[in-house]
């Protein structure tokens, strides 16, 4: 085992920087399928769009429905639960429903580590529940094979103090750190502002231009809350008067004519009436600042490929840009009426106070955080999401929203751009392909160079990978997959070739599953269940026997029907 360990990193230390790619993923959160420009949104993506017309674009590219779900089938190219993440941050007694990344898992960092890269991640890590000091660090980045590290622990809080906030191992507050000063702390630019200084440091210590570098870039944006820069929010004032119905009609037509979409497809129900919303100046401003973040997002995108091209990197960089779930349809904040106040209402903290709430209790100058259709989104002492209806929007055109295995809440744009791996005849290209969040892992192995270990922490099995290599796809080729599958919160599905079957929490209990044939039918609204019965059946039993061996089982954890059930 060990010579095979030793001959895996001397060929890996063979390779020429020429052929082996710096690698770079970027990883939004709670954003829908079409809310960049290149797959049919309205908001300003310019650098992302450009990625992708120097590049390709996957149309059939799914995550987990979830943000720590998806995060852990990144970092370890497995189904969640396989690494031991299979619902939250918490504890279900059960090997897959942990909340904790499993010691039988290897994240990318660390086998890329092995075949000599440097790894850097910047943003939301959200893989293990122990966020603070006090608690032991075994499961934090630079445990796991990051050699650097700016972001937060958990999973979500402020943009203008988030809680959890951490460089390297060191818990810190955003208006106590000498070495980051900005003259507005937003953790957006935060984190885009690491991610090129990180770029920056490592080009000035490799002045050979031999190391590589892997660089994991996790944004919060678009998460709630709706937090954004006023210059941001400017550039949307007035879009979205129109209401849900008319954006969302919009973008089913721009992504039919992009080709992200397919014109036979039938754009799923509709959810929202912006005739009888009684809060239309507050439900606008909501989405406006939600367009406002994206677009932060993207502005940091081109910060960091600016960094690569600057210090000429970017052509053998492969750069891949996805999304962690659908668009979030959960009502954080949005009940209760409230006003802002004129003047601070409580006592300042102190600048080197940490931030512990992820929902802060109040501004850093003494302002009560508050909630409510009197409040409008952007500013510090606002939390609030942006709601059911604009997430629907997002989804455009597909059913459903995060925490759900409908086509909402699994689809993410997948845009990879590599000049020197992907030839330019295929820039611009669409890959109808299916893929998968565990297919990264695969990718970063194949292109490194890295072994991917039988074991490693010590003597531990490492479970093998679940994923595959997608370059064969970027450059036109089918992928070898046999199925891919789903479950969350009890929602499971499986997709063999065009078949998919699905069923909601609740509905798979039942035994109410419902079938689609996704090329005729990805929106979802024509259910052949009834129609197909030997064909469910069979692919029910894969999905079956496949949750028994990825650690599915028991569904949802084992967690109670009643007090789990959301509203629908």
């Known amino acids: 085992m060990l010579l095979r360990f030793v001959l895996a990193l001397a060929l890996a230390s063979a390779a020429t920087a020429q052929t082996r790619p710096d690698i ?6 709670d954003m829908g399928y079409s809310d960049i420009g290149c797959y049919g949104g309205e908001i300003h993506t310019p650098n992302l769009d450009a990625l992708a017309a120097g590049g390709v674009r996957m149309t059939q590219f799914y995550n987990t429905a979830r943000c720590c779900p998806t995060r852990a089938s990144l970092l370890t190219g497995l189904y969640p639960h396989q690494a031991g993440v299979g619902w939250m941050m918490k504890d279900l007694g059960h090997p897959g429903y942990r909340g904790d990344l499993n010691r039988n898992c290897v994240t990318i960092a660390e086998v890329l580590r ?19 000091n006090a608690n032991s660090k075994h499961n934090w980045p630079l445990q796991r094979g990051f050699d650097r590290f700016y972001g937060t622990i958990h999973g979500a809080g402020s943009y203008y103090d988030p809680n959890s906030l951490t460089h390297d191992n060191t818990q810190i507050s955003p208006y106590a750190d000498p070495e980051y000063t900005p003259d507005v702390y937003y953790y957006t630019d935060a984190i885009s502002d690491h991610a090129v200084r990180f770029i920056e440091d490592h080009c000035q210590a490799d002045e050979t231009r031999d190391t590589r570098l892997f660089l994991y870039v996790a944004y919060t944006a678009a998460h709630w809350p709706m937090h954004a820069l006023p210059k941001d929010i400017a550039n949307y004032k007035g879009k979205y008067d129109q209401g849900y119905a008319a954006i969302r009609r919009a973008r089913f ?6 080709g992200v979409i397919d014109p036979r497809w039938h754009l799923s129900k509709q959810f929202g ?22 677009d932060d997002l993207d502005q940091g995108i081109g910060r960091i490929v600016a960094a690569l ?30 006003t802002r106040h004129d003047e601070p209402t409580l006592p300042p903290m102190k600048p080197e106070a940490l931030q512990l709430d992820m929902i802060p209790k109040q501004t850093r100058d003494g302002y009560p955080v508050l ?16 709601g059911r209806s604009w997430a629907n929007v997002s989804n455009t055109p597909f059913r459903e929203y995060k925490h759900w295995v409908h086509e909402g809440g699994i689809s993410t744009p997948l845009i990879a751009h590599w000049p020197k791996g992907i030839a330019s005849g295929r820039n611009g290209s669409l890959v109808a392909e299916p893929g998968h969040v565990i297919d990264i892992m695969a990718t970063c192995v194949a292109v490194s160079g890295a072994h991917y270990p039988e074991r490693f922490h010590g003597n531990e099995p490492i479970t093998p990978m679940e994923g595959l290599d997608l370059i064969p796809a970027f450059h036109g080729k089918p992928l070898a997959r046999d199925a891919l599958y789903w479950e969350h ?11 998919k079957a699905v069923a909601k929490y609740g509905e798979y209990k039942r035994d109410a599953w419902e079938l689609y044939d996704l090329e ?12 197909q019965p030997e064909r469910l059946a069979e692919l029910k039993a894969k999905w079956r026997a496949f949750a028994e061996h990825a650690r599915f089982l028991p569904v949802n954890g084992g967690r109670g029907t009643k007090r789990n059930r959301r509203k629908r």
Do not use: S
Request: aromatic share 8%; glycine share 10%; net charge neutral.
């Open 520 to 531: 005729a039918d990805r929106t979802e609204t024509n259910n052949l269940a009834a129609e």
């Open 309 to 338: 091209e600057e210090h000429g990197r970017l052509d053998n960089t492969l750069l891949l840009f996805l999304q962690d779930n659908g668009g979030c349809a959960e009502g954080v904040g949005r009940r209760g009426t409230k």
């Open 489 to 499: 919160e009890g929602n499971v599905a499986i997709r063999v070739g065009k078949w």
């Open 253 to 258: 037509e721009r992504a039919k004519k992009l």
């Open 371 to 386: 909630r409510g259709t009197g409040v409008m989104a952007g500013p510090a002492d606002t939390y609030l999401a942006y």
């Open 114 to 132: 092995t075949a000599g890269y440097r790894t850097y991640m910047v943003g939301k890590w959200h893989v293990t529940p122990l966020t603070n």
């Open 24 to 29: 770079v993923v970027i990883l939004a959160d």
């Open 273 to 294: 009436d912006w005739k009888a919303q009684e809060h239309k100046a507050w439900e606008a401003a909501n989405m406006e600042v939600y367009a406002a973040m994206v």
